[in-house]
């Protein structure tokens, strides 16, 4: 038989027998760390005058007999205990002017101090440093000098006592590090909850923004282009009834896309799966500007030029979708508050940054229509948007007068560097 085939069986014997017991032990000491201190001290100072009484109920040949003011003594050495932990330093000097002074008044003399290993492990583990170390060195001591007045004391006797008080003394600064160490784990782990929390947040603040842009920016254009045509349609429904038409054709085109762009955006929120792809449409990017300034000279009437300088480069695709919609919210407020005739949009390469130009031949800053809303958050979203992506974006008077939106997107490692 291989010591294999009779190690297991006799692992499993051992734990179907002593795996309930660790069970039961388990939650016993569970229990006791539930139960409130003053509680378990006061059994503990029972247990510690039962264990000091042991010596005179059991005496052997020779003992001192016990007398009224050895047994108050005893008492002394363990009723402080009950209040170990209110008052720690308070209860060791109690216990440490008791427990010489039964031993000296031979009433019995105690052969273990276990009110002063109890006081001396609950004062290493709860007090500050002077105090732990003069109630050690006062135990030592006088332990030392208690033996040395008591009659025909062994050596092994001083050797047990002391190192049974620095044991309890060691056994409590460990305890204090334990404690320490797991208060710090806690508080590490209730911080990264924080934090993973505050993150969480601060992105869901972020995505439920840039959706709010996003939507703004869409429903903005079509309405403004919708309101335009809707205005001229009813102007050349007699005159002109093809123009008419060509209207109507325009603002229900207007409203497709606006459907269109509104459900990639709604992608976002919830993922619908066909075929095990993804059914969102692709954001716009910067190939689709095109189809923007001519959408927008089409169905307002109003002239846009579009114009690149330098190379085009890929860009990162949030980057891409930002400058759609620059551009997009920028010819929007053309349309809407410059009563513009003409607009030009301009679109700068460099080998580290785009810079998108949009101006037109309006009003102006600080002039509005009539029916104009105050306030707005046309401009304030342009800067979100190039504030994220790590750019800028500046707005006002045209140098030519009118209105101008300049934004400088950055390329992949300018955005990476002004993102830090």
């Known amino acids: 038989m291989s010591a294999q085939s009779w190690f297991a069986p006799a692992v499993s014997r051992w734990r179907a027998v002593f795996s309930p017991t660790a069970l039961r032990w388990r939650s016993v000491f569970a229990r006791l760390r539930t139960t409130h201190p003053y509680v378990l001290d006061t059994a503990l100072a029972a247990l510690v005058l039962f ?10 040949e020779g003992d ?14 363990a009723v402080p ?3 170990r932990r209110r008052a720690p330093f308070l209860s060791a000097c109690a216990v440490s002017i008791c427990t010489p002074a039964m031993a000296l008044y031979h009433a019995p003399p105690p052969n273990v101090a276990y009110g002063g290993l109890v006081v001396l492990y609950t004062v290493a583990t709860l007090c500050p ?12 001591v006088g332990a030392s000098l208690t033996m040395m007045a008591k009659e025909h004391a062994q050596p092994f006797e001083y050797a047990f006592h002391l190192t049974s ?3 309890a003394y060691a056994l409590g600064i460990l305890t204090r590090v334990q404690r320490a160490y797991t208060a710090e784990l806690e508080d590490r782990a209730r911080r990264l909850e924080r934090e993973r929390a505050a993150d969480t947040a601060r992105a869901t603040a972020q995505e439920r923004a840039r959706i709010a842009r996003d939507m703004h920016d869409i429903l903005a254009h079509a309405v403004s282009l919708m309101v335009v045509q809707a205005e001229a349609g009813p102007v050349v429904v007699r005159s002109d009834p093809e123009r008419a038409e060509a209207a109507f054709d325009a603002i229900a085109t207007s409203g497709r896309d606006a459907m269109r762009q509104l459900r990639r955006i709604l992608g976002v929120l919830k993922e619908e799966q066909v075929n095990g792809a993804s059914a969102r449409l692709p954001q716009p990017g910067i190939a689709a500007l095109a189809e923007l300034v001519g959408q927008v000279a089409e169905s307002t009437g109003l002239r846009v030029d579009l114009s690149t300088t330098g190379a085009p480069r890929p860009l990162p ?36 940054a785009l810079t998108l130009t949009v101006t037109d031949d309006g ?28 750019g800028s974006a500046d707005s006002g008077r045209g140098p030519d007068g009118g209105f101008r939106v300049a934004v400088r997107l950055p390329a992949t490692a300018g955005r990476q560097a002004a993102l830090g």
Not at 51 to 60: E, H, I, K, N
Not at 64 to 77: E, I, N, P, Y
Not at 317 to 330: L, W
Request: charged share 20%.
């Open 51 to 60: 264990a000091a009484s042991l010596q005179w109920m059991f005496p052997d």
């Open 64 to 77: 001192d007999r016990l007398s009224w003011q050895g047994f108050l003594l005893a008492v002394g050495t």
């Open 81 to 83: 205990l009950v209040w």
């Open 129 to 140: 440093p002077a105090q732990r170390r003069f109630m050690l060195v006062t135990w030592l």
């Open 165 to 167: 008080f620095l044991s």
């Open 317 to 352: 695709a949030d980057t891409e979708v930002a400058a759609y919609r620059v551009v997009q919210e920028a010819l929007t407020n053309t349309v809407k508050h410059a009563y513009a005739s003409t607009a030009r949009v301009e679109l700068d390469w460099t080998e580290d």
């Open 363 to 390: 009003r102006g800053p600080g002039t509005r229509g009539p029916t104009t809303p105050p306030g707005g958050h046309g401009l304030i979203g342009i800067r979100e948007r190039a504030t994220a992506c790590g």
